[in-house]
């Protein structure tokens, strides 16, 4: 799965790399992004014009009576059954979106107690998750929230946990985004071998940890 990750790219680096204009809110960086929290995704506009919003991280699909238990929604949808699923179908269909980020953290199991990860591109820079978006609006106010599409972890990434988020390649986010049905096969994920995973703080189990350090790698392992 996918339940955290970071984002820290300036914001032109972002706006140069997918294509985007000025977004209407304020970008800031966010080293330990958490479920429930507004983060940014690139959609198409009703011109088909790309642009950089920000969506709850937690699908609420649209049919849903209220927000699920715990206030989250769905964070992740697993690539293999989310076009057949109802909760992920409409939005597989018709609601995709990439979903910006730098890196994510996951926890392997250890004999000490999980040790968390960052998984990321040794370069750096800003890459994409495949998304799904929905609009719910049986609350108050309506609500766009989303999810982050997983699959099978490979290149090694599998010793650390069985799942990573599907990373699209750039030549892939047209089709991934383009209107009506989506692309078929779906866009192939990065390979684990285009990744590097570097032990960090523990600190990061916590989403009130924001600061820098916990991106610190760790030089021994406990």
């Known amino acids: 799965m996918c339940g955290r990750y970071v984002i820290t790219s300036a914001?032109?680096?972002?706006?140069?790399?997918?294509?985007?204009?000025?977004?209407?809110?304020?970008?800031?960086?966010?080293?330990?992004?958490?479920?429930?929290?507004?983060?940014?995704?690139?959609?198409?506009?009703?011109?088909?014009?790309?642009?950089?919003d920000r969506l709850r991280w937690g699908l609420v699909p649209h049919w849903a009576r209220e927000i699920p238990s715990g206030g989250t929604g769905f964070i992740n949808a697993r690539a293999e059954t989310a076009a057949d699923k109802p909760s992920f179908r409409d939005a597989y269909r018709h609601r995709r979106c990439l979903v910006v980020a730098d890196g994510y953290f996951e926890w392997q199991r250890r004999a000490g107690g999980?040790?968390?990860?960052?998984?990321?591109?040794?370069?750096?820079?800003?890459?994409?998750f495949a998304g799904l978006w929905a609009i719910w609006t049986k609350g108050a106010a309506p609500l766009e929230s989303c999810a982050i599409l997983t699959t099978a972890a490979n290149g090694g990434l599998e010793d650390i946990h069985d799942r990573m988020p599907v990373i699209l390649d750039a030549k892939d986010w047209a089709a991934w985004l383009g209107p009506g049905d989506p692309p078929v096969p779906p866009p192939a994920p990065w390979p684990g071998e285009r990744l590097t995973a570097v032990p960090v703080d523990k600190r990061v189990g916590n989403p009130k940890n924001r600061d820098a350090n916990i991106l610190t790698p760790m030089r021994t392992l406990m």
């Open 114 to 128: 999980k040790q968390p990860y960052l998984i990321a591109p040794p370069a750096g820079g800003p890459i994409a």
């Open 11 to 52: 914001l032109e680096a972002i706006r140069e790399a997918f294509g985007v204009g000025q977004p209407d809110f304020d970008w800031e960086p966010n080293y330990n992004v958490a479920p429930s929290e507004a983060v940014a995704v690139v959609r198409l506009d009703r011109a088909g014009v790309r642009r950089l």
